[in-house]
Nanobody, 129 residues
Framework: QVQLVESGGGLVQAGGSLRLSCAASGRSFSNYRMAWFRQAPGKEREFVAAISSSGVITYYSDSVKGRFTISRDNAKNTVSTVYLQMNSLKPEDMAVYFC???????????????????WGQGTQVTVSS
């Protein structure tokens, strides 16, 4: 059974930092990109960051570029862990953050939501001003 489990969310003051983790298990994700999306109340789910299977190539939305860093650990074949280091957090970063992974390789843009078949339950990030 495939599971993506996020952790690390919480309450932080503006300007602070949080590190999110996502443990993906149940099948091997080491050959696929993985991504983070977020969804604020009343808004659509939006792309935040993605990382290639090797971890060499990363993608970011313009709104988080330079503040967030995505990384991954494929050391364990059956569990891939993806991280999102979030620095200089702003109130507009407040949302539920979701980890996502596809079920197959795809040529779609990393930000294309429809390519991601597996999703975590989300972790809340609250930023106080």
């Amino acid at each position: 059974q495939v599971q993506l489990v996020e952790s690390g969310g919480g309450l932080v003051q503006a300007g602070g930092s949080l590190r999110l983790s996502c443990a993906a298990s149940g099948r091997s994700f080491s050959n696929y990109r993985m991504a983070w999306f977020r969804q604020a109340p009343g808004k659509e789910r939006e792309f935040v960051a993605a990382i290639s299977s090797s971890g060499v190539i990363t993608y970011y939305s313009d709104s988080v570029k330079g503040r967030f860093t995505i990384s991954r650990d494929n050391a364990k074949n059956t569990v891939s862990t993806v991280y999102l280091q979030m620095n200089s957090l702003k109130p507009e970063d407040m949302a539920v953050y979701f980890c996502a992974a596809p079920s197959r390789a795809t040529s779609a843009s990393a930000a294309t939501l429809s390519q991601y078949d597996y999703w975590g339950q989300g972790t809340q990030v609250t930023v106080s001003s």
